[in-house]
């Protein structure tokens, strides 16, 4: 990499009135770079990403771009500089096909209709430039994720990329499709581009970027730095100005089964059985596609099931429908917090209620005092940070968002939870708050089934694991069976011949 910055910030505040987001930041990144920001939900990164981006002004400090003062320049002229922010959620239109959506929507004419081959040759184009290797004709909604991801990111480059900053692209991708857009940055990084790289996850830190800034409360927490200068453990408490204790669940003790599967079977999934004994937590865990998402999304009525049976204790239940699966007592946590989870114009009281809406008895209309009620008991059981009931939700942080969830969910007097990723895109801190609500909630008698990705994390939580491999249920481990996160990592990536359980 140059020696000389691609980008400074010098002394960069940013006061909303007598709050203060920013104060006296520096920030350089590097020609080439894949540069980190870490912190926790309200260090300052967002607001020191917008202002970079130019869609607000310093209070105080000036910004350069290659040497040259760009402080005073507007959004729309950054872009045309090469600076461009990609927001977590850039939305795609999964109804349209790739080409569509890279030119969508200043489509080409001629002769006042859409010029369809020059649609196509620019998606061609675009693909080629940037070296994703999909159709153009492919509807983007059947794209990966991290094709998806990609596609959001060309769009958002086009002819002026130079840098590139991504606010959390990693949230609900498998480890694998993690390493897939890894690998594809690092390659756009070799052909000229930079990338600033915002997460909460020192791991990702760790595994793509090569240099990386902290920020906490508003300030740069310690110089800026090589990664590999700093470690896990220290990266957390930059972040947080504490020692982290990483929460490490007590195996519970085989109780009777409480959830029983007999051959269930789901499009793509081979006919699994397994139970779930009264305060247990079984991970599942396995490749997208592998199967162990389809059981889960199946369990809460999002996917058809096609065969085999479901026993909530001596009960067989029939689930067709959401519904039918919170009746039942089956509560779920999707993985995507934003796109699946929150009603973000909507408040927080708002939100813990939403499909469960509590009515009066004689005349139907809305119970107030039950969802205030509500909402005071799940503020002070889960220790959701928030300034009351009427705070709209998509203000909280990315942890206090998931804590209203399980807020959410445990309002419908659950049996049985199945959490997918419930730490996606939480701080360090938060994660671990969680950790502790899950085991929390198992000590009341609720089994969990929980999908997660980072080995490490699942091995301090389950209890077993059902490990899924191309559309079966392949092991089936304690988790004092497990060696380390390599073993479990290898169970997943065992040859496909090797297929076919214990």
Same mark, same amino acid.
């Given at each position: 990499?140059?020696?000389? *910055? ?90 349209? @096909? ?37 159709? %153009? ?25 130079? #840098? ?44 793509? %970027? ?41 195996? +519970? ?13 789901? /499009?793509?999934?081979? *006919? ?10 079984? @991970?599942?865990?396995?490749? *997208?596609?592998?199967? !162990?998402?389809?059981?889960?999304? !199946? ?11 479901? %026993? ?18 089956? /509560?779920? =946590? ?6 699946? @989870?929150?009603? *973000? ?34 503020? $002070? ?23 209203? =969830? ?10 049985? #939870? ?10 360090? $801190? /938060? ?8 085991? +929390? ?40 069976? #497990? ?10 990536? +065992?040859?496909?011949? $090797?297929?076919?359980?214990?």
């Amino acid at each position: 990499m140059n020696s000389h *910055p691609l980008l400074e910030a010098r002394g960069v505040s940013k006061h909303f009135g007598a709050v203060t987001a920013l104060d006296g930041v520096d920030f350089t990144v590097s020609p080439g770079a894949v540069h980190g920001v870490l912190g926790k939900n309200g260090a300052g990164k967002s607001t020191l990403m917008a202002l970079i981006a130019g869609a607000i002004a310093p209070t105080e400090g000036r910004i350069f771009l290659n040497g040259s003062d760009i402080t005073h320049l507007s959004l729309p002229e950054r872009k045309d500089l090469g600076i461009h922010l990609m927001e977590q959620h850039t939305e795609i239109v999964p109804s349209l @096909g790739v080409a569509e959506n890279l030119i969508f929507p200043d489509y080409p004419t001629k002769n006042g209709l859409v010029d369809w081959s020059a649609v196509r040759a620019r998606g061609e184009d675009l693909l080629r430039r940037y070296g994703l290797s999909v159709s %153009c004709d492919q509807l983007a909604g059947t794209l990966s994720l991290p094709d998806q991801r990609k596609l959001s990111l060309i769009k958002t480059l086009a002819d002026k990329g130079t #840098l590139a900053i991504l606010d959390e692209p990693t949230t609900a991708m498998s480890r694998e499709e993690r390493i897939e857009l890894f690998e594809w940055i690092r390659e756009l990084t070799e052909g000229g581009l930079t990338f600033i790289y915002i997460t909460h996850s020192t791991r990702d830190v760790r595994e793509v %970027c090569n240099e990386y800034t902290v920020l906490r409360d508003g300030r740069g927490a310690g110089a800026a730095g090589s990664v590999t200068t700093g470690s896990d453990e220290g990266l957390a408490k930059l972040m947080t100005g504490v020692d982290v204790v990483e929460f490490k669940r007590e195996q +519970a003790a085989a109780d009777e089964p409480l959830l029983r599967l007999e051959q269930f079977q789901v /499009a793509g999934v081979r *006919p699994v059985s397994f139970s779930v004994g009264r305060g247990e937590v079984v @991970g599942l865990v396995g490749l *997208p596609g592998s199967g !162990a998402r389809e059981v889960a999304r !199946a369990l809460a009525g999002l996917q058809e099931i096609e065969a085999g049976s479901v %026993c909530l204790g001596d009960t067989e239940v029939y689930i067709r429908h959401t519904a039918d699966a919170i009746d039942a007592g089956i /509560a779920y =946590l999707p993985n995507d917090r934003i796109g699946e @989870g929150l009603v *973000p114009q909507l408040t927080v009281q708002e939100n813990l209620w939403t499909g469960n809406w509590p009515t009066q008895q004689v005349l139907g209309f809305l119970d107030f005092n039950r969802m205030r009620e509500g909402f005071a008991k799940s503020r $002070e059981e889960f220790e959701i940070q928030t300034s009351g009931s009427e705070q709209l939700i998509n203000q909280l942080s990315g942890g206090n968002q998931q804590k209203v =969830l399980l807020g959410r969910l445990v309002g419908t007097a659950p049996r049985v #939870l199945v959490l997918d990723e419930p730490t996606a895109g939480i701080d360090v $801190e /938060a994660k671990e708050d969680v950790h502790r609500l899950i085991d +929390a909630l198992t000590m009341q008698g609720l089994s969990v089934l929980m999908l997660a990705y980072d080995p490490a994390e699942l091995i301090r939580l389950v209890d077993r694991v059902l490990v899924f491999r191309d559309g079966a249920l392949v092991h089936e481990l304690l988790v004092d069976e #497990l060696t380390g996160e390599d073993m479990l990592f290898d169970l997943i990536h +065992a040859h496909t011949a $090797e297929s076919g359980g214990d």
